[in-house]
Nanobody
Framework: QVQLVESGGGLVQAGGSLRLSCVASGITFGGNVIGWYRQAPGKQRELVARIFRDSSTNYADSVKGRFTISRDSAKNAVYLQMNSLKPEDTAVYYC????????WGQGTQVTVSS
């Protein structure tokens, strides 16, 4: 059974940092393109970062230079280091496979206060 568990969210002041984690069970991240997504209230879910099989990465313009996605194959985990957070980063953050999503996890809430 596929399960994605995101963690590491919280309340932080603008300019602060958080590190999100995503751990998978029932599937293996390796060999897949994995992304971090976010969904703010009243908005569609958007892809903010993705990491490819060769560990190359790309980012949405809104987070480029502030967020860093990484993976640990041994732990079957993907991370999102978020620095210089802004109030507009407030959202529920999820991880998933980019091409052919698995069942979505619960996500982790990130709230950035001004």
């Amino acid at each position: 059974q596929v399960q994605l568990v995101e963690s590491g969210g919280g309340l932080v002041q603008a300019g602060g940092s958080l590190r999100l984690s995503c751990v998978a069970s029932g599937i293996t991240f390796g060999g897949n393109v994995i992304g971090w997504y976010r969904q703010a209230p009243g908005k569609q879910r958007e892809l903010v970062a993705r990491i490819f099989r060769d560990s190359s990465t790309n980012y949405a313009d809104s987070v480029k230079g502030r967020f860093t996605i990484s993976r640990d194959s041994a732990k079957n985990a993907v991370y999102l280091q978020m620095n210089s957070l802004k109030p507009e980063d407030t959202a529920v953050y999820y991880c998933n496979r980019v091409f052919g999503a698995w069942v979505w996890g619960q996500g982790t809430q990130v709230t950035v206060s001004s």
